[in-house]
Protein backbone atom coordinates (compact mmCIF):
# COMPACT_ATOMS: atom_id res chain seq x y z
CA UNK A 1 0.00 0.00 0.00
CA UNK A 2 1.96 2.89 -1.07
CA UNK A 3 1.96 6.00 1.03
CA UNK A 4 0.52 9.56 0.67
CA UNK A 5 2.75 10.95 -2.70
CA UNK A 6 3.40 14.63 -2.70
CA UNK A 7 5.44 16.32 -5.88
CA UNK A 8 7.54 17.93 -6.89
CA UNK A 9 9.64 17.51 -4.38
CA UNK A 10 11.52 20.94 -4.59
CA UNK A 11 9.77 23.88 -6.51
CA UNK A 12 11.61 26.87 -7.58
CA UNK A 13 9.92 30.08 -8.87
CA UNK A 14 10.36 34.13 -8.78
CA UNK A 15 8.52 36.19 -7.63
CA UNK A 16 4.82 36.48 -9.09
CA UNK A 17 4.60 32.99 -10.73
CA UNK A 18 2.13 30.37 -9.74
CA UNK A 19 3.10 27.36 -7.60
CA UNK A 20 1.32 23.95 -7.98
CA UNK A 21 1.70 21.58 -5.52
CA UNK A 22 0.10 18.20 -5.67
CA UNK A 23 -1.15 15.10 -3.09
CA UNK A 24 -2.25 11.88 -3.78
CA UNK A 25 -3.37 10.35 -0.70
CA UNK A 26 -3.27 6.37 0.69
CA UNK A 27 -5.07 4.25 -1.43
CA UNK A 28 -9.05 4.19 0.20
CA UNK A 29 -8.38 7.57 2.00
CA UNK A 30 -11.07 10.14 1.59
CA UNK A 31 -9.43 13.13 3.84
CA UNK A 32 -6.86 15.71 2.87
CA UNK A 33 -5.12 17.87 4.91
CA UNK A 34 -2.48 20.81 4.15
CA UNK A 35 -0.17 21.91 6.07
CA UNK A 36 2.42 24.41 6.36
CA UNK A 37 6.04 24.52 7.89
CA UNK A 38 8.82 27.08 8.50
CA UNK A 39 12.18 26.19 9.08
CA UNK A 40 12.35 25.56 12.97
CA UNK A 41 8.75 25.79 13.33
CA UNK A 42 5.79 23.29 13.38
CA UNK A 43 3.35 22.54 11.36
CA UNK A 44 0.76 25.03 10.63
CA UNK A 45 -2.76 23.90 9.38
CA UNK A 46 -4.23 25.22 5.89
CA UNK A 47 -7.07 22.98 5.08
CA UNK A 48 -9.03 20.33 4.73
CA UNK A 49 -10.70 18.94 1.94
CA UNK A 50 -13.03 16.06 1.18
CA UNK A 51 -13.75 14.88 -2.71
CA UNK A 52 -15.07 17.74 -4.08
CA UNK A 53 -15.56 19.58 -0.91
CA UNK A 54 -13.60 21.62 1.37
CA UNK A 55 -14.64 20.99 5.18
CA UNK A 56 -12.50 23.57 6.76
CA UNK A 57 -9.97 26.43 5.22
CA UNK A 58 -9.93 28.38 8.20
CA UNK A 59 -5.95 27.99 7.93
CA UNK A 60 -5.92 29.70 4.61
CA UNK A 61 -4.69 33.05 3.35
CA UNK A 62 -7.19 34.97 2.06
CA UNK A 63 -5.83 35.50 -1.09
CA UNK A 64 -3.61 34.04 -4.02
CA UNK A 65 -4.04 30.43 -2.37
CA UNK A 66 -6.55 27.93 -3.23
CA UNK A 67 -6.66 24.19 -2.42
CA UNK A 68 -9.47 21.42 -4.07
CA UNK A 69 -9.65 17.53 -4.13
CA UNK A 70 -11.68 16.91 -7.23
CA UNK A 71 -13.51 13.64 -7.86
CA UNK A 72 -10.81 11.95 -9.57
CA UNK A 73 -6.68 13.12 -9.58
CA UNK A 74 -4.68 14.41 -6.65
CA UNK A 75 -5.15 17.28 -4.43
CA UNK A 76 -3.77 20.44 -5.71
CA UNK A 77 -2.86 23.92 -3.58
CA UNK A 78 -2.16 26.22 -5.98
CA UNK A 79 -0.47 29.71 -4.60
CA UNK A 80 -1.06 32.53 -6.95
CA UNK A 81 1.49 35.41 -7.55
CA UNK A 82 4.31 33.77 -5.18
CA UNK A 83 5.96 35.66 -3.09
CA UNK A 84 9.01 35.37 -1.10
CA UNK A 85 7.41 34.94 1.92
CA UNK A 86 5.74 32.09 0.79
CA UNK A 87 9.08 29.73 1.12
CA UNK A 88 8.32 26.74 3.00
CA UNK A 89 7.75 23.09 3.16
CA UNK A 90 4.20 22.24 2.68
CA UNK A 91 3.37 19.10 3.87
CA UNK A 92 0.20 16.77 2.83
CA UNK A 93 -1.44 14.45 4.63
CA UNK A 94 -4.10 12.09 4.58
CA UNK A 95 -6.97 9.82 6.34
CA UNK A 96 -9.36 7.29 6.04
CA UNK A 97 -12.57 8.76 7.71
CA UNK A 98 -13.69 11.56 9.57
CA UNK A 99 -14.77 10.75 12.89
CA UNK A 100 -14.15 11.41 16.70
CA UNK A 101 -10.98 9.08 16.41
CA UNK A 102 -8.88 9.16 13.01
CA UNK A 103 -4.72 8.89 12.14
CA UNK A 104 -2.98 11.03 9.79
CA UNK A 105 -0.52 10.17 7.14
CA UNK A 106 2.10 12.27 5.77
CA UNK A 107 3.45 12.73 2.61
CA UNK A 108 7.20 13.89 2.24
CA UNK A 109 6.40 17.77 1.76
CA UNK A 110 6.88 20.12 -1.13
CA UNK A 111 9.60 22.58 -0.17
CA UNK A 112 8.81 26.04 -2.27
CA UNK A 113 11.81 28.38 -2.30
CA UNK A 114 10.59 31.85 -3.85
CA UNK A 115 13.02 33.79 -5.86
CA UNK B 1 -4.82 27.60 14.37
CA UNK B 2 -4.23 26.02 17.79
CA UNK B 3 -1.37 24.57 18.57
CA UNK B 4 -0.65 21.90 21.63
CA UNK B 5 1.61 22.63 24.73
CA UNK B 6 4.50 20.23 23.74
CA UNK B 7 7.71 20.09 26.25
CA UNK B 8 10.47 20.43 26.81
CA UNK B 9 11.12 22.11 22.96
CA UNK B 10 14.84 20.17 22.99
CA UNK B 11 16.71 17.80 24.88
CA UNK B 12 20.72 17.07 24.73
CA UNK B 13 20.83 13.54 26.10
CA UNK B 14 23.82 10.78 25.84
CA UNK B 15 23.46 7.51 24.48
CA UNK B 16 21.62 4.77 26.51
CA UNK B 17 19.74 7.23 28.33
CA UNK B 18 15.99 7.31 28.39
CA UNK B 19 13.83 10.29 26.98
CA UNK B 20 10.03 11.54 27.67
CA UNK B 21 7.98 14.26 26.44
CA UNK B 22 4.54 15.35 26.97
CA UNK B 23 2.02 17.47 25.64
CA UNK B 24 -1.10 19.11 27.18
CA UNK B 25 -4.46 20.41 26.04
CA UNK B 26 -7.10 22.55 27.35
CA UNK B 27 -9.60 20.38 25.61
CA UNK B 28 -10.57 17.04 25.91
CA UNK B 29 -9.12 14.58 22.91
CA UNK B 30 -10.70 11.55 21.38
CA UNK B 31 -7.32 10.88 19.60
CA UNK B 32 -3.30 11.65 20.05
CA UNK B 33 -0.92 10.38 17.79
CA UNK B 34 2.65 10.69 18.27
CA UNK B 35 5.45 11.66 15.23
CA UNK B 36 8.61 11.83 14.24
CA UNK B 37 10.43 14.00 11.75
CA UNK B 38 13.64 13.95 10.15
CA UNK B 39 15.07 16.89 8.44
CA UNK B 40 13.88 17.33 4.77
CA UNK B 41 11.35 14.89 4.98
CA UNK B 42 8.01 14.88 6.31
CA UNK B 43 6.69 13.16 9.63
CA UNK B 44 6.59 10.21 10.31
CA UNK B 45 3.55 8.33 12.60
CA UNK B 46 5.06 6.10 15.89
CA UNK B 47 1.96 5.96 17.89
CA UNK B 48 -1.88 6.16 17.77
CA UNK B 49 -4.01 6.26 21.14
CA UNK B 50 -7.34 6.78 21.28
CA UNK B 51 -9.03 6.04 24.71
CA UNK B 52 -8.20 6.93 28.32
CA UNK B 53 -5.32 5.67 29.94
CA UNK B 54 -4.15 3.15 26.69
CA UNK B 55 -0.49 2.91 27.18
CA UNK B 56 0.87 1.13 23.89
CA UNK B 57 4.48 0.28 22.85
CA UNK B 58 6.32 0.29 19.63
CA UNK B 59 9.66 -1.25 20.12
CA UNK B 60 11.61 1.35 22.55
CA UNK B 61 8.65 4.12 22.32
CA UNK B 62 5.91 4.24 24.47
CA UNK B 63 3.43 6.46 24.38
CA UNK B 64 0.24 6.84 27.10
CA UNK B 65 -3.07 8.79 26.36
CA UNK B 66 -3.54 10.78 29.89
CA UNK B 67 -6.87 9.68 31.76
CA UNK B 68 -7.75 12.73 32.00
CA UNK B 69 -8.16 12.83 28.28
CA UNK B 70 -6.35 16.54 27.82
CA UNK B 71 -2.13 15.21 27.71
CA UNK B 72 -0.61 12.64 26.19
CA UNK B 73 3.58 11.44 27.05
CA UNK B 74 5.88 9.61 24.86
CA UNK B 75 9.06 7.67 26.02
CA UNK B 76 11.74 6.54 24.11
CA UNK B 77 14.19 4.20 26.68
CA UNK B 78 17.87 3.41 25.48
CA UNK B 79 18.19 6.13 23.32
CA UNK B 80 20.70 5.23 19.82
CA UNK B 81 22.02 7.74 17.46
CA UNK B 82 19.20 7.59 15.25
CA UNK B 83 16.87 8.89 18.24
CA UNK B 84 17.74 11.89 16.65
CA UNK B 85 15.25 14.34 15.22
CA UNK B 86 12.27 16.34 15.82
CA UNK B 87 9.26 14.68 17.98
CA UNK B 88 5.71 15.95 17.27
CA UNK B 89 2.43 15.38 19.41
CA UNK B 90 -0.85 15.91 17.03
CA UNK B 91 -4.43 15.70 19.31
CA UNK B 92 -8.09 15.17 17.77
CA UNK B 93 -10.55 17.02 20.27
CA UNK B 94 -14.23 15.67 20.33
CA UNK B 95 -15.52 18.59 18.48
CA UNK B 96 -13.21 19.20 16.16
CA UNK B 97 -14.54 17.49 12.92
CA UNK B 98 -11.23 15.96 12.03
CA UNK B 99 -8.99 19.07 12.34
CA UNK B 100 -6.02 17.87 14.02
CA UNK B 101 -3.95 19.82 16.55
CA UNK B 102 -0.37 19.75 16.97
CA UNK B 103 2.52 20.77 19.33
CA UNK B 104 5.46 22.64 18.24
CA UNK B 105 7.42 19.96 18.25
CA UNK B 106 10.51 18.53 20.60
CA UNK B 107 13.94 18.22 19.11
CA UNK B 108 15.74 15.66 20.45
CA UNK B 109 19.53 15.02 20.35
CA UNK B 110 21.37 12.31 21.18
CA UNK B 111 25.53 12.09 21.64
CA UNK B 112 27.18 9.26 21.72
Known amino acids: NAGVMQNPRHLVRRRGQEARLRCSPM?????VYWYRQLPEEGLKFMVY????????ESGMPKERFSAEFPKEGPSILRIQQVVRGDSAAYFC?????????????FGPGTRLTVL | GQQLNQSPQSMFIQEGEDVSMNCTSS?????WLWYKQDPGEGPVLLIA?????ELTSNGRLTAQFGITRKDSFLNISASIPSDVGIYFC????????????FGAGTQVVVTP
Open chain 1, 93 to 105: ASSPNQGSTDTQY
Open chain 1, 27 to 31: KGHSH
Open chain 1, 49 to 56: LQKENIID
Open chain 2, 27 to 31: SIFNT
Open chain 2, 49 to 53: LYKAG
Open chain 2, 90 to 101: AGLATDSWGKFQ
